[in-house]
C-alpha cells in the first residue's frame, strides 16, 4: 500500500492532476458533470476541492479512456461502472462494443 493509500491528508486539485493527467478543467468538468462520485457538482471553478484516494484512482481512470480516445457517451458509462461498490479493479471493464484490459493503476509513493 503506498502512502496516498494511507494518507488522512485529503489530496489537493493540484496533486490529483499531476497523478492522474487530468488537466484542471477536464477535473472541473468531470465534477460539473457528475462523472467524479463524492465531488459536488456546484461547486464551480476556482473553489477548492479536496480529493480522495478512490476519487483519484477512479479519475485515472477516466483519463486514461479519454487519452485513449473513449467518446463522452461511453466515458459517462465507464464513470458509472466505475462507481460501483463490488468493482473488481483487476477485471476487465467492458463498455458496449470496447473491453480495457485492466483497471488497477499503480500509484506513484509520495513519500
Known amino acids: 500500500m503506498s502512502a496516498i493509500e494511507t494518507s488522512p491528508t485529503p489530496l489537493r486539485t ?11 478543467r477536464q477535473l472541473d468538468y468531470w ?48 464513470s458509472a461502472r466505475l462507481a460501483e461498490p463490488d468493482l473488481d479493479w483487476d477485471a476487465p471493464l467492458e463498455l458496449d462494443h470496447i473491453r480495457y484490459v485492466r483497471l488497477s493503476l499503480d500509484l506513484p509513493s509520495l513519500l
Open 31 to 78: 465534477c460539473s458533470e457528475g462523472l467524479v462520485p463524492g465531488q459536488p457538482a456546484d461547486v464551480g471553478t476556482g473553489n477548492r476541492r479536496q480529493w480522495t484516494y478512490d476519487q483519484l484512482r477512479h479519475v485515472r481512470c477516466l483519463a486514461a479512456l479519454t487519452a485513449a480516445g473513449v467518446n463522452g457517451r461511453d466515458l459517462r458509462h465507464a
Open 14 to 24: 493540484v496533486d490529483v492532476a499531476a497523478l492522474s493527467g487530468a488537466s484542471y
